[in-house]
């Protein structure tokens, strides 16, 4: 026990000293799942909790603020005003990647005030994007970032990361040009490590898997493409972290379940990813839910967790991570 606090200390001193370094402020939650310097993403969680946000709710240190995600103090998946609240003091993200448009997640003049240079969405969306952050930028006389389309499956590189959006199981009501939205999950990759973020989402799609490579039909650890020559599809490697929602609580029978997921949506993925060494998480590491409405949307996190299958823990607003 000794040794292990210990290490968990010495990580907490490395990763404190890294962020003084960024100019951020160097509060540590926790330090989870590193034992090397190259690996491993520091996350930040700016927002834990589903649509609905009042900022009354501010002075309930348990109520969760809208789903929101800082990757080593550099990018964010998807902003919405109530994101600031839990920023590191002094951090200024490079890039952004949006999930999806809806206004939980997706917010033009948040996105313009983040000062970021560069913002992602997927191809289908990316005009009515480009506009709006345009508008909302010249309202507040400040500079727009770059809205730059991504297509499903393409990986891009923003601050030593690889970025790839594949299929969510989820829906907005947004029509383009005649072409009706579609929304994201993200694999994030530095070095070694493999995060995926699944929000919001009902379960996997199958092409998301293969796209990630975590397909059923690909044997993990064999190094080949999953059954094509597709450049954007990935690699049979297994993740090393893993955050998805769990907006629909312990209901398994809620009416969102064909776009949301509940805990047990979640534990029968993770277990079987586990199984077949899809999944392989360093020791001591949990799959982690966000995106939490229900009664869990109010709930600390030990309550929560308390009644959460074995290897799952709830997120909470601010709370910081070095995952895989």
Known sequence: MKNMTTRRHFLASTAATALAAAGCSTTIAETVGST??????RVRFLGSGAAGWKSEWAKNPHMRRQSSLLLENKVMIDCTMCAFDKMPAGCRPEALFQTHSHGDHYNPSAAVKSGVKRMYVQETWSAAARKEVAEAAAKLNLPAPEVIALPFGKAVEESGMRFTGVPANHSTSRVTDGVLERTSL??????????LYATDTGGIPGDAARMIGIDPHVTPGTKKKPFTDNPYVHAAEP??????????GANDDDFRIFVHSSVQTVARIANMLKRTKRLVLPPGQSVMLTHLAVKYRSWPSEKINAELPEGLRAAYDGLELLLG
């Open 36 to 41: 090397t310097s190259n690996r491993g993403i």
């Open 186 to 195: 993200y694999l994030v990759e530095k070095g070694p490590s493999r995060l």
């Open 239 to 248: 993740i090393t972290a893993f955050i998805m929602e769990a907006t629909n």
